[in-house]
């Protein structure tokens, strides 16, 4: 039998954006056996299905486009609003708050976003803050979080929905520059029974007056944490962290990994925080001193130094 079913199918060879040759020859083999073409299908939904936690299981809502003449916008040539094209973050929402794919929300594991990349940039804060809010809701399984400049009301909205799943947590450039900053970061800290990786990039703690004056201005870390990581902070931050690690509550870290500031004059607070219990790794390649430098620490505790590329 020779007839050729890929002609006499209208549409199947048309309607293909990208052309499948394994899906032509089964369709083209099945296409005179109704039933059997029916199990097929519902062969690749199970599949479909399979694969649902490999496809959300990682979500990275960073928008790389550069913003411009994009949402919301007006076209050039006709002056109409443009609601073409939607950031990420509001299509990932719509998808969460839609009933038939609200499900996928149950297969995210870990989450990476940026409110300030792309086209979030033209985004009223109060209504993106919304948005991010209710992403939040809608991931019961969600045990990692990548946030790069956030803002306090996202610190508030983990703690409130994601404060008894998370065990990784990751925060990038962010800047603390009152009371009311510090507290919610702590009260965030204090709410992640489960946390065992936290690490913290680019993070400065707007030099409060009081900072290292006070025990009420430790910074203190979830007693579950095992693993912390510390890089481009201020002097002020790591001394609040080392008043942290002195408290009762402190957790038993590990390991400890950090960059070799020039900036950062005294770090004897931290040292003595971290105790002789955790491997520390200072990355130092990015500095003018020598190992000899690093007086403050004491020679009993272990330390090992990392220079990148060797």
């Known amino acids: 039998m020779s007839k050729d079913y890929s002609t006499s199918v209208p549409g199947i060879s048309l309607q293909r954006r990208f052309p499948n040759e394994i899906s032509d020859l089964i369709v083209v083999y099945l296409v005179d056996d109704l039933p059997s073409l029916r199990n097929v299908a519902l062969l690749c939904h199970d599949f479909a299905n399979l694969a649902r936690s490999h496809i959300f299981g990682q979500v990275d809502l960073k928008d790389v486009s550069n913003g411009t003449g994009y949402f919301p916008s007006r076209s050039r040539s006709s002056g109409h609003r443009r609601d073409d094209y939607l950031p990420l973050m509001y299509r990932f929402a719509a998808l969460l708050n839609h009933p038939q794919t609200a499900f996928l929300g149950r297969f995210v594991r870990r989450l990476k976003f940026d409110p300030c990349s792309g086209p979030l940039r033209n985004v009223e804060q109060a209504e993106l803050d919304l948005i991010i809010s209710s992403v939040f809701q809608q991931l019961p399984l969600l045990v990692e979080l990548s946030v790069n400049r956030g ?70 870390l979830p007693s579950s944490l095992k693993k912390a990581c510390f890089t481009g902070t201020d002097e002020d931050t790591l001394k609040a962290l080392g008043l942290g690690l002195k408290s009762p509550q402190a957790p038993v870290l590990s390991s400890f990994f950090s960059d070799f500031r020039n900036e950062v004059e005294d770090r004897s607070t931290l040292w003595t925080g971290i105790g002789s219990h955790a491997v520390v790794v200072l990355d130092v390649g990015n500095t003018m001193y020598w190992p000899g430098n690093l007086t403050t620490w004491k020679s009993a505790d272990p330390i090992a130094s990392y220079i990148p590329g060797d």
């Open 151 to 220: 803002r306090l009301v996202h610190l508030a909205a983990a703690q409130m929905y994601l404060s008894q799943q998370l065990k990784v947590l990751r925060i990038g450039h962010m800047v603390f520059h009152d009371h009311n900053g510090f507290e919610q970061l702590q009260d965030l800290l204090t709410s992640l029974t489960n946390l065992t990786f936290l690490t913290i990039h680019d993070w400065s703690l707007g030099r409060p007056l009081d900072i290292g004056t006070t025990s009420a201005r430790a910074l203190i």
